[in-house]
C-alpha cells in the first residue's frame, strides 16, 4: 500500500458489501478513483461465492493499478492470491500475517484488524504487519460494530509506532477530523463514498476535502 508520508492521511475505500450490477460499479469505481487520492481499495463482500468475489476482483483490479490504487481483498488470503490482489486484510479470526506474508509474498500488503486493543495491535506488529487498523470510532451500518475505539489509541500508536494505522467505523466527512488529528494514517470508508447525495466522485473529494482541512 503507499506510504502515508510523514503521517499525513489518505484515504482507504472499501467496496460496497454487495456489487448486483458489477458493470455499473466499476464504472461509478472509475469516476471515484478520478476524483481526487485515494490510497487503497478493500474488496469487501459479506455472504457472496467465491467466483462472483473473483469476478469481482478481475473487474476492480485493472481500474484501480490504472489509477495507482493498491487493492487488497478482506479476511481471504487464499482469494486474494488467486486473483492477483496487492494485499489482503485480515480479521482477527481470518489467520495471521506470518501465513499471509508466506502465501502471498514479501511484497503483498497485509492488514490486520486490532478493534480497540493496544494488545492486538503490537501482536500484528511483531507479525509482520504492514499496518494495524483500530475502530469502529462511530456508528456505522456496514456492519456489526462490537468493538468501540477512541481516537486516543490513535494517538498512543502514532507516538510509539512507525507502522501506520487505519481508523474504520462510520468515518464520514463531517466526523473525521478528529481522526486525523490524533495520527491516522488512512481513513477507511465505504458510505461516505458510496452513498455520497452526489455520487461517489463526490465522496471522494468531500472526504479529501476534509482531511486537508482537519
Known sequence: MPDAP????????????ALPDL??????????????DVAALQIRLKDVADD?????????????QAAGVAVLMN??????????????????GDGDPLAARKLLGAEATIGVTCHASRHLAMEAGENGAD????GAFFPTTTKDAQHHADPEILEWWSEMFELPCVAIGGITAGN????????????????????HPEGPAAGVRAMNAAIASA
Open 6 to 17: 510523514d503521517r499525513d492521511c489518505r484515504l482507504y475505500l472499501i467496496t460496497p458489501p
Open 131 to 134: 499496518y494495524v487498523a483500530f
Open 75 to 92: 479476511d481471504r488470503m487464499d482469494l486474494a492470491k488467486r486473483a492477483g490482489c496487492d494485499g489482503v486484510h485480515l480479521g482477527q
Open 52 to 64: 462472483a468475489i473473483l469476478r469481482a476482483a478481475a473487474a476492480i483490479l485493472p481500474i484501480a
Open 176 to 195: 473525521c477530523a478528529p481522526l486525523v488529528r490524533a495520527g491516522a494514517n488512512f481513513l477507511a470508508v465505504v458510505g461516505a463514498v458510496w452513498n
Open 23 to 36: 458493470p455499473a460499479f466499476a464504472d461509478r469505481l472509475a469516476r471515484a478513483l478520478d476524483a481526487g
